[in-house]
């Protein structure tokens, strides 16, 4: 996965006050980056150094191998967990039972998983978006905004009141201008006030050039 050269950035959270009519979501918007193997609970992966996290029911979407379940499940109620690799969820059952945690981790297209959950009409505290990059090459920018967007749109949707959404983007083509634009754009359709509490960038653990994005295709 690539990721970017900057480093962390952040902003204090200033929740606003609802309006009776809105439901309201905290954003955390990330770019990602994920270790070879997620078997360990890294405290970096946790939002606002786990503070932010209102940790009743979490959503872990794209979860690879449990990299965010893994080391919010100890703060939270139920978790679960969507990958559509079979062989990554296997990894998160493991984990999970290694790190002593509860994990439900299922098989399945979150595309789909999304709209599932809000047709049972389920709902979460925080909600975990780290896909792969939608973006590979500037070609794709125009699916993957859509792609970024529906995702978005459909985990707002399954948010509880004042329930955070970490969202995160590893697409160099979509800058964070661009990637806020879709984020902002989702909550107008989702009918949502989001407060952007923190943003982040990628660990050490994913080092790249300072030409990246100028050297791609
Ligand atoms: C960026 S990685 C996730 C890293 C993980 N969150 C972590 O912290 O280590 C993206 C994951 O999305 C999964 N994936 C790709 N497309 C998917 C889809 N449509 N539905 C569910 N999972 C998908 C891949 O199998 C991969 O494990």
Same mark, same amino acid.
């Given at each position: +996965?690539k990721?970017s050269?900057?480093?962390?950035?952040s902003?204090p959270?200033?929740c606003?006050?609802?309006?009776?009519?809105?439901?309201?979501?905290?954003?955390? *918007?990330?770019?990602?980056?994920?270790?070879?193997?997620?078997?360990?609970p890294?405290?970096?992966?946790?939002?606002?150094g786990?503070r932010?996290?209102r940790? %009743?029911?979490?959503?872990? /979407?794209?979860? #690879?191998?449990?990299?965010?379940?893994?080391?919010?499940?100890p703060? /939270?109620k139920?978790v679960?967990?969507?990958?559509?690799s079979?062989?990554?969820?296997?990894r998160?059952?493991?984990?999970?039972?290694k790190?002593g945690?509860?994990i439900?981790?299922?098989?399945?297209?979150?595309f789909?998983e999304l %709209?599932?959950?809000d047709r049972?009409?389920?709902?979460f505290?925080?909600i975990? $978006?780290?896909?792969?990059?939608f973006a @590979?090459?500037?070609?794709?920018?125009a699916n993957a905004?859509?792609? #970024? @967007?529906?995702?978005?749109?459909?985990a707002?949707k $399954?948010?509880?009141?004042?329930?955070?959404?970490?969202?995160?983007? /590893?697409? #160099? !083509?979509? !800058?964070?201008?661009?990637?806020a634009e879709?984020? #902002?754009?989702?909550?107008?359709?989702?009918n949502v006030?989001?407060?952007?509490v923190?943003k982040r +960038?990628?660990?050490?653990?994913?080092?790249?050039?300072?030409?990246?994005?100028r050297? *791609?295709?």
């Amino acid at each position: +996965m690539k990721a970017s050269s900057r480093k962390w950035k952040s902003s204090p959270a200033t929740c606003r006050r609802p309006s009776p009519s809105r439901r309201t979501a905290c954003t955390t *918007t990330w770019t990602s980056g994920t270790t070879e193997n997620g078997s360990v609970p890294r405290p970096a992966r946790e939002p606002g150094g786990g503070r932010a996290v209102r940790a %009743r029911r979490l959503l872990d /979407c794209f979860t #690879y191998n449990g990299g965010f379940a893994l080391p919010l499940a100890p703060k /939270c109620k139920e978790v679960i967990a969507f990958d559509v690799s079979e062989e990554a969820i296997a990894r998160t059952r493991e984990n999970a039972a290694k790190n002593g945690v509860t994990i439900d981790a299922r098989v399945g297209n979150v595309f789909d998983e999304l %709209r599932g959950l809000d047709r049972l009409g389920e709902r979460f505290d925080t909600i975990v $978006l780290d896909p792969p990059a939608f973006a @590979k090459n500037k070609a794709a920018v125009a699916n993957a905004r859509t792609g #970024y @967007k529906e995702i978005n749109l459909r985990a707002l949707k $399954l948010l509880n009141h004042g329930g955070i959404l970490v969202t995160c983007s /590893c697409s #160099y !083509n979509i !800058n964070e201008g661009a990637f806020a634009e879709i984020v #902002y754009e989702a909550s107008v359709d989702a009918n949502v006030d989001v407060t952007v509490v923190e943003k982040r +960038m990628q660990g050490r653990d994913h080092p790249c050039s300072s030409a990246s994005p100028r050297r *791609t295709t």
